[in-house]
């Protein structure tokens, strides 16, 4: 094993240093209570809507505080989007108590895209998000949702700087980062912060090492996550109409019947890429966003359990399309390297199969997109797949019905 956590900022070991004197949780204590009594205090609200979130929400405060090994920098981000998360989650429940029209509107045929993590769904999220007639969330409209973003002022609303600040702390806490993965206010945002707000998502899993809620987690049944996720988007459309939702997470690939059973007639956008580039690339990415958090990372720990996940979930997908558990005619599959090849043909047949019009300014709008936002903009992501003792040869084998079954091409190991 040789991954080397990337290098922090002075102020950032001043910090932590501040935190091993005075102690991690007296300086930022995550106490389920607490943060409940914060929140309802800061807001003068105290209707959370009902109950479905809340086991979720206290597993995940203990295990913060018990397993976490967070640093004082790894707490503060924890508390802070604890905290703001359930002020949200009040808002929203308020804002909706007043509106009831809201939820009777329909949020029709959403497209999610998902695949592995470090497949495509990023980029391919963004350019998706490029068409005028299609909307993916933006990051500030899930982090501070009320009021309801309207469409005179959608693109110069001031909560946009606010959750570019926020969300960019994250490069300042860790710059390497930034080569792995771009956030902005502005930017379109995974769903993960949408189910965050249920408590039961894998933004929480992901980015600590939280091993007794990520077990609850996947035993859980996420309906209600996608209950509360069509509720947000139905705020969100409430004041700035929304013709074609376009989402995104990897995660929702291991929660598909979930999400199913609440959205029907979803199309889903499955990227494939090869395993042996998206698998190390993950664990980095991974590593890192604890890195950022803690001081312990078991990285071992981490690419067994990712390269396994990986591989059994490739196999859930593939069979519950092929015995109908999945409805397969709902699915529409994007190769990394088709997209690479030609960006606009392949977007071009989403848009076949959805029945939806691709204009020539669409069109154009794609390569100008891809034109501003070269790979490697801010620097390029180094990983092998020796820093996390991985061996090409079993990868191989473990992933090949997988690329047989999608045509995936290899791209080599690095």
Known sequence: MSWVPPPRPRWVADHNALGELLGVHSLHP???????????????????????????????????????????????????????????????????????????????????????????????????????????????????????????????????????????????????????????????????????????????????????????????????????????????????????WVLKAPSHLSALPALFSVYPDAWIVQTHRDPLRTVPSTISLMATLRWMRSDRVDVDRLARTMSTGVAMLFDFVRSARLDGTLPDDRFIDVRYADLLRDPVATIRGIYERTGRAFTPEYAAAIPAYLAAKPQAKHGAHHYTLDDFALDAGDLRDRYGPYCDAYRIEPEGER
């Open 30 to 244: 995550i106490g389920a209570d607490e943060l409940l009594a914060t929140a309802t205090a800061t807001t003068a609200l105290d209707d959370f809507g009902g109950e479905s979130w809340r086991a979720g929400f206290d597993r995940l405060c203990a295990a913060l505080r018990d397993e976490a090994g967070l640093h004082a920098v790894g707490a503060l981000l924890a508390r802070s989007e604890l905290l703001r998360t359930l002020q949200n989650r009040l808002r929203i429940v308020a804002a909706l108590a007043t509106n009831p029209e809201v939820e009777s509107a329909p949020v029709n045929s959403p497209w999610f895209v998902c695949g592995t993590a470090r497949s495509g769904t990023s980029i391919l999220h963004e350019l998706l998000a490029q068409d005028p007639t299609t909307r993916a969330p933006a990051a500030w409209e899930l982090m501070y949702s009320v009021p309801a973003p309207r469409t005179s002022t959608y693109a110069s609303d001031p909560r946009i700087a606010l959750a570019d600040r926020e969300v960019r702390f994250w490069d300042e806490i860790t710059p390497e980062y930034l080569t792995m993965h771009e956030n902005g206010g502005a930017l379109p945002q995974e769903c993960i912060f949408i189910t965050g707000h249920e408590f039961a998502s894998e933004h929480w899993s992901g980015v600590h090492d939280v091993a007794t809620y990520n077990k609850w987690l996947q035993r859980h049944d996420l309906t209600h996550a996608y209950r509360w996720h069509r509720r947000h988007l139905q705020w969100l459309q409430s004041e700035h109409p929304a013709e074609q």
